[in-house]
């Protein structure tokens, strides 16, 4: 139904005199119900010169609770002199019954002893109850307690309710007819209460200016994903606000791109799909596109715009690809992934240097001109180039390629894409001619040093849509792992270099940068690490076991570090017998030694268990 109507149907209410029943708002939790009523009916309420009341029912669990609300809020409308005392009261508390008992040590029932409501005025009052489906009072009780100034002393009644949820359903649909008059289904307008939330940062004016600015844009994302909970909107403008300040210079594309994500994981979050423990796993969501959704876990074949009809086995999609069909596959051009806001919505802190480099990397690249010819070619959409242009990019590019000018992954692409060529008589290069030209260029491009472990990550997992690119594909593997493995190794010198040179500050910040890489000490040598050990001070073997102390403090170390056991299981070898040979060591020595090898001795048991 929409607002307006309620609206009338709640005005011809208020007008009515001498009314015997209450309305009821039904609506979904978050929908709006309250801001409903403390937006527009309250006031509503006043300009009929009525006097508008709130109570939440909100975990009350006898009727005696809720007459004591009651009470609390008609305080103010006692007349009597006596009653002064207990008017200056209410003026301090909303929750006098807690108050007055918490300080001056009485019972809130003796306070309004004597005090009764049998001479007060009901039907010139609109008391709005909330939260119906949280309320505790058996629904029979609380309705019979209602009814009784709804009936008897026509008080004028609004009831929130998410009905739906309300644990005694059965006995609410017998019943409340008895008290409801008319069930009125909210379904909250975007178009007229976002304007209002912005509102509420107008004292904010650059951000209330921003908002005003992509109102349209903003509305259009809520809208169509059918989200109407006002509760995660507001969580959205709030997380928004705090993004704003890195956004101010940014190109009004990538401003879009911000809130479109920024909406999107607020969704994502406060509807529950998504947990604050998982702030640093982005559950493969780095990942999305339309050529990773294309090509996830499949062979896409080029020679043909039509899939060929196999029956797979159904797989149960993962979350990266739930996520895909629901919100990127009709917004694949605005969508883009941010590390730094995802954290930031899921734990509450925001590392605003990552936000702005990510930022800075979205400005536009000056590309050279054989990757702006790669761009042109190695696509689907090669069919619609020129047949003269495309012989000339055929040409240059694997010219290119022969020259280790791209990087070693784009050679699995150059590999599909040219013997899809060579297949279809498109070039006049035979399968062995192209892999000769493209392992030579990959030789010449691996010399560059240059690896990117999630791109590696993501090739190595989907195989190849076409035989031909396996002997490609394997050579790029091999290379990837030869420089990763040279780069871990390197790293793990300086970790020695680190220990030996006693620079404890650099050598916390290499365990921090290196917290979740499975290679940093797999290629450590267990019993050179403990000679290193064995001459540092018991400060650094400190800061050292407290490092390795963060790093195996997972119960899943079979997971995370999968190759740590043997380097680990060296150390923890080699301080044993340090510890039962050396008699000369001093007590405080053996105590760090001790307390390095606890941390040993667990992480080797838990990497040394067998996978269930």
Same mark, same amino acid.
């Given at each position: 139904?929409?607002?307006?109507?309620?609206?009338?149907?709640?005005?011809?209410?208020?007008?009515?005199?001498?009314?015997?029943?209450?309305?009821?708002?039904?609506?979904?939790?978050?929908?709006? $119900?309250?801001?409903?009523?403390?937006?527009?009916?309250?006031?509503?309420?006043?300009?009929?010169?009525?006097?508008?009341?709130?109570?939440?029912?909100?975990?009350?669990?006898?009727?005696?609770?809720?007459? !004591?609300?009651?009470?609390?809020?008609?305080?103010?409308?006692?007349?009597?002199?006596?009653? %002064?005392?207990?008017?200056?009261?209410?003026?301090?508390?909303?929750?006098?019954?807690?108050?007055?008992?918490? #300080?001056?040590?009485?019972?809130?029932? /003796?306070?309004?002893?004597?005090?009764?409501?049998?001479?007060?005025?009901?039907?010139? $009052?609109?008391?709005?109850?909330?939260?119906?489906?949280?309320?505790?009072?058996?629904?029979?009780?609380?309705?019979?307690?209602?009814?009784?100034?709804?009936?008897?002393?026509?008080?004028?009644?609004?009831?929130?309710?998410?009905?739906?949820?309300?644990?005694?359903?059965?006995?609410?649909?017998?019943?409340?007819?008895?008290?409801?008059?008319?069930?009125?289904?909210?379904?909250?307008?975007?178009?007229?209460?976002?304007?209002?939330?912005?509102?509420?940062?107008?004292?904010?004016? *650059?951000?209330?200016?921003? +908002? %005003?600015?992509?109102?349209?844009?903003?509305?259009?994302?809520?809208?169509?994903?059918?989200?109407?909970? +006002?509760?995660?909107?507001?969580?959205?403008?709030?997380?928004?606000?705090?993004?704003?300040?890195?956004?101010?210079?940014?190109?009004?594309?990538?401003?879009?791109?911000?809130?479109?994500?920024?909406?999107?994981?607020?969704?994502?979050?406060?509807?529950?799909?998504?947990?604050?423990?998982?702030?640093?796993?982005?559950?493969?969501?780095?990942?999305?596109?339309?050529?990773?959704? !294309?090509?996830?876990?499949?062979?896409?074949?080029?020679?043909?715009?039509?899939?060929?009809?196999?029956? *797979?086995?159904?797989?149960?999609?993962?979350?990266?690809?739930?996520?895909?069909?629901?919100?990127?596959?009709?917004?694949?051009?605005? #969508?883009?992934?941010?590390?730094?806001?995802?954290?930031?919505?899921?734990?509450?802190?925001?590392?605003?240097? /990552?936000?702005?480099?990510? +930022?800075?990397?979205?400005?536009?690249?000056?590309?050279?001109?054989?990757?702006?010819?790669?761009?042109?070619?190695?696509?689907?959409?090669?069919?619609?180039?020129?047949?003269?242009?495309?012989? $000339?990019?055929?040409?240059?590019?694997?010219?290119?390629?022969?020259?280790?000018?791209?990087?070693?992954?784009?050679?699995?692409?150059?590999?599909?894409?040219?013997?899809?060529?060579?297949?279809?008589?498109?070039?006049?290069?035979?399968?062995?001619?192209?892999?000769?030209? +493209?392992?030579?260029?990959?030789?010449?491009?691996?010399?560059?040093?240059?690896?990117?472990?999630?791109?590696?990550?993501?090739?190595?997992?989907?195989?190849?849509?076409?035989?031909?690119?396996?002997?490609?594909?394997?050579?790029?593997?091999?290379?990837?792992? &030869?420089?990763?493995?040279?780069?871990?190794?390197?790293?793990?010198?300086?970790?020695?270099?680190?220990?030996?040179?006693?620079?404890?500050?650099?050598?916390? !910040?290499?365990?921090?940068?290196?917290?979740?890489?499975?290679?940093?000490?797999?290629?450590?040598?267990?019993?050179?690490? #403990?000679? &290193?050990?064995?001459?540092?001070?018991?400060?650094?073997? &400190?800061?050292?076991?407290?490092?390795?102390?963060?790093?195996?403090?997972?119960?899943?170390?079979?997971?995370?570090?999968?190759?740590?056991?043997?380097?680990?299981?060296?150390?923890?070898?080699?301080?044993?017998?340090?510890?039962?040979?050396?008699?000369?060591?001093?007590?405080?020595?053996? #105590?760090?030694?001790?307390?390095?090898?606890?941390?040993?001795?667990?992480?080797?048991?838990?990497?040394?268990?067998?996978?269930?």
């Amino acid at each position: 139904m929409q607002t307006a109507h309620i609206e009338e149907i709640f005005k011809e209410y208020l007008r009515k005199e001498a009314t015997q029943y209450a309305l009821l708002i039904n609506g979904t939790w978050g929908s709006g $119900k309250t801001f409903f009523w403390k937006t527009t009916l309250h006031a509503m309420v006043k300009k009929q010169e009525l006097k508008p009341l709130y109570i939440s029912l909100n975990g009350l669990k006898t009727v005696e609770q809720l007459q !004591q609300q009651l009470m609390i809020k008609l305080i103010p409308f006692f007349g009597k002199p006596e009653n %002064k005392a207990l008017k200056n009261i209410a003026r301090l508390t909303g929750n006098i019954g807690n108050t007055v008992t918490k #300080f001056f040590k009485v019972d809130f029932s /003796n306070i309004l002893s004597g005090v009764t409501l049998d001479g007060l005025k009901f039907n010139d $009052k609109v008391i709005c109850f909330d939260d119906l489906e949280r309320c505790q009072i058996p629904i029979k009780e609380l309705f019979g307690f209602i009814n009784d100034f709804v009936e008897h002393k026509n008080l004028k009644c609004l009831i929130l309710a998410d009905a739906i949820k309300i644990d005694d359903n059965a006995n609410y649909l017998k019943i409340k007819e008895k008290v409801i008059g008319r069930e009125l289904n909210y379904e909250p307008e975007l178009e007229k209460v976002l304007p209002t939330l912005y509102k509420t940062y107008t004292i904010e004016d *650059e951000y209330f200016t921003f +908002l %005003k600015e992509n109102k349209d844009y903003i509305y259009g994302i809520f809208f169509e994903y059918e989200e109407y909970n +006002l509760r995660i909107i507001s969580f959205f403008l709030d997380s928004l606000f705090k993004i704003y300040g890195s956004l101010k210079d940014v190109a009004s594309e990538f401003q879009e791109e911000v809130i479109l994500f920024t909406a999107l994981i607020s969704i994502e979050f406060k509807r529950g799909h998504l947990k604050s423990d998982e702030s640093n796993d982005f559950n493969g969501l780095e990942n999305t596109s339309y050529f990773w959704y !294309q090509n996830r876990g499949k062979s896409v074949p080029m020679n043909s715009f039509f899939p060929e009809d196999k029956k *797979e086995p159904e797989i149960e999609p993962t979350y990266a690809e739930k996520f895909y069909l629901k919100y990127v596959e009709s917004r694949i051009n605005e #969508f883009q992934f941010y590390g730094s806001i995802y954290t930031y919505i899921l734990s509450g802190y925001l590392d605003i240097k /990552n936000l702005k480099d990510e +930022l800075e990397k979205r400005k536009p690249e000056e590309h050279p001109e054989e990757v702006l010819e790669f761009m042109r070619l190695v696509t689907y959409d090669f069919r619609s180039i020129d047949g003269n242009e495309f012989e $000339k990019l055929v040409a240059n590019v694997l010219q290119n390629a022969e020259k280790g000018l791209y990087s070693i992954y784009d050679y699995d692409r150059l590999s599909n894409f040219y013997h899809f060529f060579s297949q279809n008589g498109l070039i006049a290069k035979t399968s062995q001619e192209i892999d000769n030209i +493209l392992s030579k260029g990959l030789d010449l491009a691996s010399k560059r040093k240059e690896i990117n472990d999630r791109v590696f990550e993501n090739l190595a997992h989907f195989a190849v849509s076409i035989p031909e690119m396996q002997p490609i594909r394997d050579k790029i593997i091999a290379v990837h792992k &030869v420089i990763r493995e040279e780069s871990e190794a390197s790293e793990s010198n300086i970790l020695m270099e680190l220990l030996e040179n006693e620079h404890i500050e650099n050598l916390n !910040q290499l365990f921090e940068a290196k917290k979740y890489s499975k290679d940093f000490l797999k290629y450590i040598n267990g019993e050179q690490l #403990f000679i &290193v050990l064995t001459s540092v001070s018991n400060g650094t073997l &400190v800061h050292f076991t407290k490092a390795m102390q963060e790093r195996y403090k997972s119960s899943s170390l079979k997971h995370m570090f999968p190759d740590d056991f043997d380097s680990l299981n060296h150390l923890k070898v080699s301080i044993d017998n340090l510890i039962l040979k050396d008699e000369e060591l001093d007590k405080l020595r053996i #105590f760090n030694w001790k307390e390095l090898l606890e941390i040993l001795d667990r992480a080797c048991k838990l990497l040394a268990t067998e996978d269930e």
